[in-house]
T-cell receptor
Framework: DSGVTQTPKHLITATGQRVTLRCSPR?????VYWYQQSLDQGLQFLIQ?????ERAKGNILERFSAQQFPDLHSELNLSSLELGDSALYFC????WGTGVGEQFFGPGTRLTVL | AQTVTQSQPEMSVQEAETVTLSCTYD???????LFWYKQPPSRQMILVIR??????QNATENRFSVNFQKAAKSFSLKISDSQLGDTAMYFC????????????????FGQGTILTVHP
C-alpha cells in the first residue's frame, strides 16, 4: 500500500458526460501528479500540483482540468467525454522538497466511456 | 524534450535465472533521475529501483540492479534469481532534477516491457 488513495476504482459512463476523479496523497506529501495510461498512448503525464498551485502541465486536453484543495487532496475533472478517454488514470504524490524525486502511485481509476 | 525507449516489448525467463531489460533515453540535461517501475497484473505502479545521474555507482536493491551508462544514455535493469512474482510490465522512467536538489517531478515513461517468469 503506497498510502495514496484514489476513488472511485472503476467508472463507467457515456460519451459527452463529465466525471470527477479524486486523489488523496500520502500524509505529508505536497505534490500531486496525474497520469493517464492507455493502450495507444502508454503512460503519459497530465498535470502536477504543489501545495494548491499548478506546477507543470503535460499533454492534458482542454476538456480536462484539475485542482488541489487546501487539505491537499486533488480532483481531476474530465468533461465532454469521448471513447478515446477510456484509460487508467493514476494519481501519484511526492514531497517536492526532499530532492529524492520518488513518486508514490495510487491504485488508479479505470474509466470506461461507452 | 526527453524520450525514453524500451526496445523489448516482451521478455521471458525461467524461474531462478537472470534477465536484463533494456532502456535508452535521450536528454540534453546533465542532472536527472532514472527509475524502473513494476506494474503487476493488479495494475499498481511499484518503484523497483532509482538511480541519480550524478552517482557513478550503479544502484542495487536486493535481486534488482542497474547498469547505468551515462555517456551512452543507457539504463538497463538486471533481475537475478527471477521469481514468479516478478511477472509484470516494467517501465523505465526519466525525471529532470532542478539545480539545488529539488526535482521537477514529471516522469517520462518508456513503452514498457512485459516480463513473464516461467516455472
Amino acid at each position: 500500500d503506497s498510502g495514496v488513495t484514489q476513488t472511485p476504482k472503476h467508472l463507467i459512463t457515456a460519451t459527452g458526460q463529465r466525471v470527477t476523479l479524486r486523489c488523496s496523497p500520502r500524509s505529508g506529501d505536497l505534490s500531486v501528479y496525474w497520469y493517464q495510461q492507455s493502450l495507444d498512448q502508454g503512460l503519459q503525464f497530465l498535470i502536477q500540483y504543489y501545495n494548491g498551485e499548478e506546477r507543470a502541465k503535460g499533454n492534458i486536453l482542454e476538456r480536462f482540468s484539475a485542482q488541489q484543495f487546501p487539505d491537499l487532496h486533488s480532483e481531476l475533472n474530465l468533461s465532454s467525454l469521448e471513447l478515446g478517454d477510456s484509460a487508467l488514470y493514476f494519481c501519484a504524490s511526492s514531497d517536492w522538497g526532499t530532492g529524492v524525486g520518488e513518486q508514490f502511485f495510487g491504485p488508479g481509476t479505470r474509466l470506461t466511456v461507452l | 524534450a526527453q524520450t525514453v525507449t524500451q526496445s523489448q516489448p516482451e521478455m521471458s525467463v525461467q524461474e531462478a535465472e537472470t534477465v536484463t531489460l533494456s532502456c535508452t533515453y535521450d536528454t540534453s540535461e546533465n542532472n536527472y533521475y532514472l527509475f524502473w517501475y513494476k506494474q503487476p497484473p493488479s495494475r499498481q505502479m511499484i518503484l523497483v529501483i532509482r538511480q541519480e545521474a550524478y552517482k557513478q555507482q550503479n544502484a542495487t536493491e536486493n535481486r534488482f540492479s542497474v547498469n547505468f551508462q551515462k555517456a551512452a544514455k543507457s539504463f538497463s535493469l538486471k533481475i537475478s534469481d527471477s521469481q514468479l512474482g516478478d511477472t509484470a510490465m516494467y517501465f523505465c522512467a526519466f525525471m529532470k532534477r532542478r539545480a539545488g536538489g529539488t526535482s521537477y517531478g514529471k516522469l517520462t515513461f518508456g513503452q514498457g516491457t512485459i516480463l513473464t517468469v516461467h516455472p
